[in-house]
């Protein structure tokens, strides 16, 4: 059993406790107005206290300028207690992504968040937000060279997160309204005669040395299917004069004609033990080629803002579009949900409609050059 000495001070109240050669200071007191009287440990001499700091402590204490270690440990568990109601926004992405596990695109959340939004916002509620919190986080993204739909993203999943806690009655939402900045999504890229053909021999290249990024572009510029759509892409998604295109941006499934050129892509495309098309790692699905892709941009001499997958999906519609084919069928092509976003093309369309028109009154006007072809002629060929 440990043995202890109590040693009095020079300073009523005031007293050394000594426990196996360790010395520990206590105090005894009653607060000013009660009659309980209270003895309370303070801290070791090695911790830096003394009789004389220990007297002043006694004196504050009695006349309540300072907490009880009772009144303390009260305090630290309210804290704690407050601490555990509180919804920042570092719990609210986690309960967030555990109501959301499904949602395409949680992991690029995910990553935004981290990067951007984490070490400024994590320990905050959104009730403690003020508009000028948004504006310096805009200008900051900014500052740091961030394209406007990228900040348009990260402000967005900041008010997605304070919206999600609201109304899921974890916490009160933001008290003023987060303005989106607006961007323009209705860029579209293309390519050059010339880069076009640069692209197509890299493609082959690529192709018979087994490259399978070599492969989704050839197969982008042949049916106009999106990243997400070439990664979980199955053999069995193959079908006779369709492939099934599994979890599209619209949500839903759906399906694209295989046209001559897919169907030859296809069969070339070198066979593992997976179920994808495209596997990754161990044969599950692939979720990044970006090493690949971006080996293929430079062999082509393409421009460095060229997304080579997206932009040969751009590519693919711009072609289809200025080659006659109507903005209604280049919807369904796309799998658009809606005929906005494949109004971007309109002025190919146009630009088609203007060349045939031109070409028509050519031959009814009987311009030089122009020659009319008979009908009757061309239906006994």
């Known amino acids: 059993m440990a043995c202890y ?9 005031v007293f050394i406790v000594e426990r196996n050669g360790k010395k520990t200071l206590y105090i ?19 911790g830096g206290w003394t009789p004389a700091r220990a007297n002043s402590e006694r004196a504050r204490r009695i006349e309540g300028k300072s907490a009880s270690n009772v009144e303390k440990r009260r305090q630290q568990t309210v804290a704690l207690e407050a ?11 986690e309960r967030y992504c555990q109501a959301k596990a499904d949602l395409k695109g ?12 984490e070490k400024k916002f ?20 900014r500052k740091d060279g961030m394209k406007p739909a990228s900040v348009r993203h990260i402000v967005e999943l900041l008010r997605r997160l304070a919206n999600f806690g609201m109304k899921q009655g974890l916490c009160e939402g933001l008290k003023f309204q987060i303005q989106l900045p607006r961007v323009n999504n209705m860029k579209t890229e293309t390519l050059t005669p010339e880069e076009l053909k640069r692209l197509h021999e890299v493609l082959m290249e690529e192709s018979n040395r087994g490259n399978p990024a070599a492969f989704m572009v050839r197969l982008t510029l042949a049916t106009g299917m999106r990243r997400g759509e070439l990664f979980r892409l199955q053999w069995r998604d193959i079908e006779d004069d369709h492939i099934l295109l599994r979890e599209t941006k619209g949500g839903i499934d759906a399906r694209i004609p295989l046209n001559a050129a897919a169907r030859r892509i296809l069969d070339e495309v070198p066979r593992v033990l997976s179920e994808f098309v495209f596997p990754g790692r161990g044969g599950g699905q692939r979720n990044n080629a970006q090493k690949s892709l971006t080996r293929i941009k430079h062999l082509a001499g393409l421009p460095e803002d060229f997304r080579i997958l997206h932009g040969s999906r751009h590519v693919y519609a711009s072609t289809g579009v200025s080659n006659g084919i109507d903005l209604y ?12 976003m494949t109004q971007r093309y309109a002025h190919l369309a146009n630009d088609h409609l203007r060349r045939a028109s031109e070409r028509t009154s050519a031959l009814l006007a009987g311009e030089p050059g122009a020659n009319v072809v008979n009908l009757e002629d061309r239906r006994r060929a």
């Open 329 to 340: 069928t280049m919807q369904h092509l796309l799998t658009h949900k809606s005929p906005a």
């Open 28 to 46: 005894l007191y009653r607060r000013e107005g009660t009659r309980k009287l209270i003895e309370e440990k303070l801290g070791s001499t090695s």
């Open 122 to 141: 994590g320990d905050k509620e959104p009730r403690g937000l003020v508009s000028l919190d948004i504006e310096r986080l805009r200008h900051r993204l």
């Open 106 to 117: 949680l992991e690029f959340d995910k990553l935004r968040y981290s990067n951007h939004l």
């Open 83 to 93: 601490e555990a109601n509180r919804w920042t926004f570092n719990r609210l992405l």
């Open 5 to 13: 000495h109590r040693e009095k001070t020079k300073y009523p109240g």
